[in-house]
């Protein structure tokens, strides 16, 4: 806006007047990125968001194929903290002053990991060997967020807007839906409601967990490591109390529940998640998560064979439907 003075060719001072009409066409017009970098750094935030889903999503079914291999929650579960905690364990050594729980303090980290440590893993993995993959990644993704809601109700006094509400009766619904045919014992689905209530439970144990979390002000790396290292400490109790066949499974069995549970789900889904909420925003990343259910359903059939009801099916798309709306809302 600014204006030359007589031939001289130097720039002469923005008046007033130009000084008001730039500030006016810069609000009206989008801001762009300052660095050039910033469009990559979306893409790349978009890429971790999808990575972490397809993780999640491929965990069910990876859970599942355990069952399959003979190997139980307890095998499971001292494969992926043994992997994790060791991997986390340098890490962990630099970063937590006082080692191994950090800034927060013994009685929040054992707290946490009795929520989303072992006892969560030994509850997730149990429903496995009672429901198909699918229930997995449609009941604990899907009450989640009805009983956060609940919680933060009851405990701070936070109400949820009418649009998230309508999201979480529909996740209700669905959820009901697509349990229908576990709750009334059929046939095909005998003994599923087993493994649908130990997901209910996850549900409710990993609410309770980011609650606190939240209220705490705990940063998520560290919550991951202590969650990791006190689990990986307790893994020995799990051994002598319940059932562990390690020593008779097949190698290939082993590795892949250490590979994937311990690596990817353990350290990688956290990083990639961790990384999408930096790049994108926590409420952008949360997103993602309906995507969770949808990488199931294909990597079942895919993997396992595991075909989906029609109610099922229903009821996934109900789920799903109703998560988006209740991610997309105001939290007001």
């Not at 989008?30 to 469009?39: E, K, N, T």
């Not at 997995?136 to 933060?152: D, E, Y």
């Not at 649009?163 to 045919?181: P, T």
């Not at 014992?185 to 609410?207: C, E, H, K, N, Y």
Request: glycine content about 10%.
């Amino acid at each position: 806006m600014a204006r030359h003075s007589g031939g001289t060719g130097r720039r002469a001072p923005p008046s007033k007047k130009d000084m008001a009409v730039s500030e006016i066409e810069s609000e009206a017009e989008p801001q762009r990125p300052i660095l050039p970098g910033a469009g990559r750094g979306v893409t790349i935030g978009i890429a971790c968001g999808l990575a972490a889903a397809l993780i999640w999503g491929v965990q069910a079914v990876v859970s599942r194929q355990s069952v399959a291999d003979g190997l139980t929650a307890a095998d499971v579960t001292i494969l992926r903290f043994a992997a994790a905690g060791l991997l986390l364990l340098p890490l962990a050594w630099r970063r937590m002053r006082p080692f191994p729980v950090g800034a927060l303090g013994w009685r929040r980290a054992l707290l946490l990991t009795l929520l989303a440590g072992a006892p969560y893993s030994l509850a997730l993995v149990g429903g496995a060997a009672f429901a198909p993959a699918l229930h997995s990644s449609i009941v604990t993704p899907g009450l989640i967020p009805v009983f956060t809601a609940a919680l933060v109700f009851l405990v701070l006094g936070e109400r949820a807007s009418p649009a998230r509400l309508a999201g979480l009766a529909l996740v209700l619904l669905g959820v009901l839906l697509f349990s229908w045919e576990a709750l009334a014992d059929t046939p095909s689905r005998a003994g599923a409601w087993i493994g649908d209530l130990l997901f209910v439970l996850t549900a409710v144990m990993w609410s309770l967990f980011g609650l606190l979390t939240k209220r705490w002000g705990a940063d998520a790396v560290d919550v991951t490591i202590v969650t990791c290292l006190l689990s990986l400490v307790s893994l020995p109790l799990v051994a002598l109390s319940m059932p562990v066949t390690l020593l008779q499974a097949e190698a290939g069995a082993v590795i892949l529940q250490t590979l994937y549970q311990g690596v990817l789900v353990g350290v990688g889904a956290l990083f990639f998640y961790t990384r999408a909420v930096a790049l994108l925003g926590a409420a952008r990343a949360a997103l993602f998560l309906p995507l969770v259910p949808v990488v199931t359903a294909a990597a079942g059939v895919a993997l396992l064979a595991e075909w989906p009801s029609r109610l099922e099916v229903a009821g996934m798309v109900i789920v799903i439907s109703g998560m988006t709306l209740a991610l997309r809302a105001r939290t007001g």
